[in-house]
């Protein structure tokens, strides 16, 4: 060992906190925001700056029933709308919590400074979005993520109870008896430990994209919540469902991956082949009929303001409308970088500049290409999982006492298939519940219990053993690798044959991943974060692959041509995976419940 451990443990850096938030996205920051103001000491913790999480990223706009832009809308069409598209196999009643309370977590927003695009007169405007039966999400151009982290984080730093570190990674939850004591971690810059005592930990640490070589996820996304949750006992659910957002961009290759925000086909964007086709009137699946336009001119109508009107079928849901592109690519009427052609050009060049400054900027900038003269070239890429950690719908709390999770990381809300801008308010809703109830249940706590020298000593250990002089393997191979993986045998299509493949090839890279190593001392060493990062990314993608091998049926993001088609008996059936006796990964099969009558009769009206 290159390091001594007696004087590193000496050297740790030690915090008490009532409530720890890992992460420091929408879903943190108004959990810290709400921790703080119920009397707890809140530290946050995040790898990146302040600002610069993944939430900025979401750019369409954040769906709350406001009614603003048309009064047919209300919570119980929100309800509606996020159950059928999660394919009924979300959590009612967080569906129900969240379309109830995302309003007044917009509302809140602008009475903190958020500066939403307004109507005519002057209420916060709203617009449409895949499987939304009205405009529904309020939005600031395609930068509302953005907007929504900057006022956050202008309210987290002006809360007195709150305290921030930046640029710190959290290797390890502590845990006693079942229960939250503390985590450990270190400063990415110099390598110092951390040790941080606390009575709550909410984990905000978003998804898993950078397990995929394709995929609109930043360097942050390696699945470390569900990694660090599922070491200590907490359960995850629902692994199996990784959305592949059907819009990224797919040329030039350097940039192949990036996000084309919703917002595009919300404002009227239209999908062709190379066919000149507009070939999304294929592919409206059963459950829609009668639900959307089946002629352009329908389209049009509706585009123009005609309520009568049904909405263009590009508003599918985002798992139909990445299976509809891959069929034309398949069939051999892709785009020429195996994709296909988005056009917003018809709407006008000042139109497009106001609506969508990003996404122009975004090709001008990266392809060279004038999006209010020329269609972009689109296909799916890895965006989100809604599967997570299994939490209390009304708490966020995980089955470890006092561990809660928020956004992406958690689990329930969005089912088999998450809608475009309900990300947003999700982060809100539940980032407000997360914090309160992690605050109160630390409050209700006498004293913090510090962890064992040996087990802070273990864990210091392990995370120097890259340094080690047997660690000899590249971890920047071993993740490219995984990447090829993942999107082979665990991607968009998958097969009982092709997933026990992948599991296999994965498990050999786990095995790599344990000699891999990395040069130099802890000052500013990315081979070191990789080695780190890399661990977290292969538990994660064994868990997907494990939950994807266990549903056998296609539902929503997971689709297996072994078994194509959707089984009404398994709706309500969940797959929930926590780790075995044996330290392995067991996969439980459950019910998760009837919906209430009241609320299934909501599901089945037609509005």
Known sequence: MKYN???????????????????????????????????????????????????????????????????????????????????????????????????????ELERWGAVFDRTKDGKINQRNFGGHRFPRLAHVGDRTGLELIRTLQDKVVHEENVHIHMELTITNLLVENNSIVGAFGYQRDDGKFFLFNSKSIILATGGIGKSYKITSNSWEYTGDGHSMAFDIGAELMDMEFIQFHPTGMVYPSSVKGILVTEGVRGEGGILRNSKGERFMFNYVPEMFSGEYAETPEEAERWLDGDREAR?????????????????????????????????????????????LPSMYHQFKTLAGLDITKEPMEVGPTTHYIMGGIRVHPETQETNVNGL???????????????????????????????????????????????????????????????????????????????????????????????LKEGLVKIRELEKRTEKSGCDGDRKYNPGWHEVLDLKRMITS??????????????????????????EKDLTKTLYVLSRGDDGGIEVKEEFMGEIPAELAELIEVEY
């Open 404 to 498: 809660f999770a928020a956004g992406e990381v958690g689990a329930g809300l969005h089912g088999a298939n998450r809608l475009g801008g309900n990300s947003l308010s999700d982060l809100i809703v539940f980032g407000k519940r997360a914090g309160e109830h992690a605050a109160k249940s630390a409050i209700s706590k006498s004293d913090f219990k510090n962890p064992s020298k040996e087990l802070v000593q273990d864990i210091i250990k392990e995370v120097l053993s890259p340094f080690d002089d047997d660690k000899t393997e590249n971890p920047y191979e071993i993740h490219r690798d995984l990447q090829e993986i993942m999107g082979e045998y665990v991607g968009i299509i998958r097969s009982e044959e092709k």
């Open 541 to 566: 993608s064994i868990l997907f692959a494990e939950a994807a091998l266990a549903r056998k049926e296609s539902r929503g993001a997971h689709t297996r041509d072994d078994y194509p088609n959707s």
């Open 311 to 355: 909405r263009p079928p590009e508003l599918l849901t985002r798992d139909v409308v990445a299976r509809a592109i891959l069929s034309e690519v398949k069939a051999g009427r892709g785009s020429p970088n195996g994709g296909a052609f988005l056009d917003i050009s018809h709407r006008g060049a000042d139109y497009v500049k106001k609506k």
């Open 5 to 107: 451990i007696e004087e590193e443990y000496e050297s740790i850096e030690k915090h008490d906190y009532d409530v720890l938030v890992i992460g420091a996205g929408g879903a943190g920051l108004r959990a810290a925001i709400e921790a703080g103001r119920a009397g707890a000491k809140v530290g946050i913790v995040t790898k990146s700056l302040l600002g610069k999480a993944h939430t900025v990223m979401a750019e369409g706009g954040a769906a709350a029933a406001l009614g603003m832009a048309d009064d047919r809308d209300s919570w119980k069409v929100h309800f509606r709308d996020t159950m059928r598209g999660g394919k009924l196999h979300g959590d009612w009643r967080m569906a129900e919590i969240h379309a109830k309370e995302a309003p007044d977590r917009i509302l």
